[in-house]
């Protein structure tokens, strides 16, 4: 199960640049391609606004 972006997304981009295989994407709330999400979590740990979950 690929993690996701709630509403609770700010938009700060920290979550793009911790990203290593670039599976998310910009936008008024940020998204997280499933298909190439790793599962690795480096995102939901570097977002400020607690936004990202499994």
Known sequence: ??????????????????????????????SINPDECTECGTCADACPSGAISL
């Open 1 to 30: 199960m690929a993690y996701v972006i709630g509403e609770d997304c700010v938009a700060c981009g920290t979550c793009i640049d911790e990203c290593p295989v670039g599976a998310i994407s910009e936008g008024d709330i940020y």
